[in-house]
């Protein structure tokens, strides 16, 4: 299979230029002007931008949570990705009680195994971290092909002071990067219990449970540790000002903690909870949203450099059937999460982009190239000889209305329900092969079920 795309706009993390754009078998073969090659597929792509895939690398698919699972199978997840220009995504592999590292991946790959669609690649959440388990972080790291590792601060399954440092000087060591759910446990059981006396439990306590302060101290916390074994740290799913102070803070001492954020951090706010006839559970999502502060400030760290990564923390649940499927008398009770792996790209170009918030090429780094290299993903995020030919042609122009009917996410809604994008994908190639396309008011799934690969890893190689 081969594929020319002709006199598009090839975007980079430095620049742009238009160029011609060839990939055979999978691969990236030639790039220049007035390409003189013959193809299966030629495509004008005059106006139109040569992005490479979005990589989502913070999604929960089918994950079991308070009871239930989250919706979107390896199947559904990555069909939604497609649609929205995402060409591989990096899957939260939780590990259950007396697993190995290798027997939690081994299951998960089962799992996605004859259903992804986009390649995929998985990081183990450490939940049982025995001294075995420990130790085998040089094998995830050298051998299995997973050289980042989910520790929680929070929740039941949360990791002690003691295992995160022993995590870090581990994964110092074989280049593996420790990633961190970053709110402090006991704020949030001081507040639920104060809320719970008050009964203050409709959705929007949710928020007031978990305070930026909660996030701000964990990330403090967590880079002293950092500083002190001289490894590094990701915080995932950044969402306040003052946790964007920690993390610029540490990073200013020299100190490798690296960061991203999600759209929802960056376009909705706290208000969204108040929402009539317990909408507000819609967003029930830990971290919560925050004010509009936070978002002014999140834009501000993305485009100087303090966040390095946009994912989504996809997670979703139905909001009839799932998230009240515990009832409506306690924020407690919902499950948390929210679906946002399909409207990734065009919320980041509208948002970001369109609005001036940050270049176009900043934007290519924090959802691809800068991403690639984050996770030692060394054939994907860019548009160059060699990768991987996971392709976009995007029109900065197209216009779209968000509305759950139209997406493709196994969910009954969308948290940007009406709202309006410009700049959509036209056409999306995973490994060369076409596998979504716009049809004039939607994008439509053309890839094949199964065809995603399980891609390994490299260590952790500097940022």
Same mark, same amino acid.
């Given at each position: 299979?081969?594929?020319?795309?002709?006199?598009?706009?090839?975007?980079?993390?430095?620049?742009?230029?238009?160029?011609?754009?060839?990939?055979?078998?999978?691969?990236?073969?030639?790039?220049?002007?007035?390409?003189?090659?013959?193809?299966?597929? #030629?495509?004008?792509?005059?106006?139109?931008?040569?992005?490479?895939?979005?990589?989502?690398?913070?999604?929960?698919?089918?994950?079991?949570?308070?009871?239930?699972?989250?919706?979107?199978?390896?199947?559904?997840?990555?069909?939604?990705?497609?649609?929205?220009?995402?060409?591989?995504?990096?899957?939260?592999?939780?590990?259950?009680?007396?697993?190995?590292?290798?027997?939690?991946?081994?299951?998960?790959?089962?799992?996605?195994?004859?259903?992804?669609?986009?390649?995929?690649?998985?990081?183990?959440?450490?939940?049982?971290?025995?001294?075995?388990?420990?130790?085998?972080?040089?094998?995830?790291?050298?051998?299995?092909?997973?050289?980042?590792?989910? +520790?929680?601060?929070?929740?039941?399954?949360?990791?002690?002071?003691?295992?995160?440092?022993?995590?870090?000087?581990?994964?110092?060591?074989?280049?593996?990067? #420790?990633?961190?759910?970053?709110?402090?446990?006991?704020?949030?059981?001081?507040?639920?219990?104060?809320?719970?006396?008050?009964?203050?439990?409709?959705?929007?306590?949710?928020?007031?449970?978990?305070?930026?302060?909660?996030?701000?101290?964990?990330?403090?916390?967590?880079?002293?540790?950092?500083?002190?074994?001289?490894?590094?740290?990701? +915080?995932?799913?950044?969402?306040?000002?003052?946790?964007?102070?920690?993390?610029?803070?540490?990073?200013?001492?020299?100190?490798?903690?690296?960061?991203?954020?999600?759209?929802?951090?960056? #376009?909705?706010?706290?208000?969204?909870?108040?929402?009539?006839?317990?909408?507000?559970?819609?967003?029930?999502?830990?971290?919560?949203?925050?004010?509009?502060?936070?978002?002014?400030?999140?834009?501000?760290?993305?485009?100087?450099?303090?966040?390095?990564?946009?994912?989504?923390?996809?997670?979703?649940?139905?909001?009839?059937?799932?998230?009240?499927?515990?009832?409506?008398?306690?924020?407690?009770? +919902?499950?948390?999460?929210?679906?946002?792996?399909?409207?990734?790209?065009?919320?980041?170009?509208?948002?970001?982009?369109?609005?001036?918030?940050?270049?176009?090429?900043?934007?290519?780094?924090?959802?691809?190239?800068?991403?690639?290299?984050?996770?030692?993903?060394?054939?994907?995020?860019?548009?160059?000889?060699?990768?991987?030919?996971?392709?976009?042609?995007?029109?900065?122009?197209?216009?779209?209305?968000?509305?759950?009917?139209?997406?493709?996410?196994?969910?009954?809604?969308?948290?940007?329900?009406?709202?309006?994008?410009?700049?959509?994908?036209?056409?999306?190639?995973?490994?060369?092969?076409?596998?979504?396309?716009?049809?004039?008011?939607?994008?439509?799934?053309?890839?094949?079920?199964?065809?995603?690969?399980?891609?390994?890893?490299?260590?952790?190689?500097?940022?």
């Amino acid at each position: 299979m081969s594929v020319l795309l002709k006199s598009g706009t090839v975007v980079t993390t430095s620049g742009r230029y238009v160029a011609d754009v060839y990939a055979e078998d999978g691969k990236i073969k030639s790039i220049g002007t007035n390409l003189d090659k013959k193809a299966d597929e #030629v495509v004008n792509c005059k106006g139109k931008y040569i992005l490479p895939g979005t990589i989502d690398p913070h999604t929960h698919i089918a994950m079991p949570f308070m009871g239930t699972y989250s919706q979107d199978d390896f199947e559904t997840g990555t069909i939604a990705a497609a649609c929205g220009g995402v060409t591989c995504l990096v899957d939260f592999d939780m590990q259950m009680k007396g697993e190995s590292l290798l027997d939690a991946i081994e299951r998960q790959k089962a799992i996605a195994d004859g259903k992804a669609c986009i390649d995929y690649s998985l990081h183990p959440a450490v939940i049982d971290p025995r001294p075995e388990v420990i130790e085998e972080v040089k094998k995830a790291c050298l051998q299995y092909g997973t050289p980042s590792f989910k +520790i929680f601060m929070v929740y039941d399954f949360r990791v002690d002071d003691g295992t995160m440092i022993r995590l870090l000087e581990e994964t110092k060591k074989y280049g593996g990067l #420790v990633q961190v759910h970053a709110e402090n446990f006991y704020m949030i059981q001081h507040m639920n219990a104060v809320l719970a006396k008050e009964k203050k439990l409709a959705p929007y306590y949710h928020a007031v449970s978990r305070p930026n302060l909660a996030e701000e101290e964990a990330i403090y916390r967590a880079s002293k540790m950092v500083e002190m074994t001289g490894s590094r740290i990701y +915080i995932v799913h950044l969402s306040s000002k003052e946790g964007l102070w920690k993390v610029k803070e540490a990073r200013d001492r020299g100190v490798q903690v690296y960061a991203e954020t999600c759209p929802q951090y960056l #376009v909705l706010d706290e208000s969204r909870y108040k929402e009539p006839k317990w909408n507000g559970a819609k967003y029930v999502m830990s971290p919560p949203l925050r004010t509009k502060e936070s978002n002014v400030a999140l834009w501000e760290g993305l485009r100087g450099g303090d966040i390095q990564v946009v994912a989504t923390d996809h997670c979703p649940f139905d909001f009839k059937g799932k998230k009240d499927m515990f009832g409506k008398d306690d924020y407690k009770k +919902i499950p948390n999460g929210a679906p946002g792996i399909e409207t990734l790209l065009m919320l980041l170009h509208s948002e970001g982009v369109v609005k001036g918030r940050i270049t176009l090429e900043r934007m290519v780094d924090v959802l691809a190239t800068g991403t690639a290299r984050m996770f030692g993903l060394k054939d994907k995020g860019e548009i160059a000889v060699g990768r991987d030919a996971d392709v976009v042609v995007f029109d900065p122009k197209a216009k779209f209305t968000i509305t759950q009917k139209k997406l493709h996410m196994n969910v009954d809604y969308t948290p940007y329900e009406g709202m309006t994008v410009t700049g959509m994908p036209m056409l999306v190639y995973s490994r060369g092969e076409k596998v979504a396309e716009w049809t004039g008011d939607q994008m439509k799934f053309v890839g094949k079920p199964g065809r995603g690969r399980f891609v390994k890893r490299e260590p952790f190689q500097g940022f």
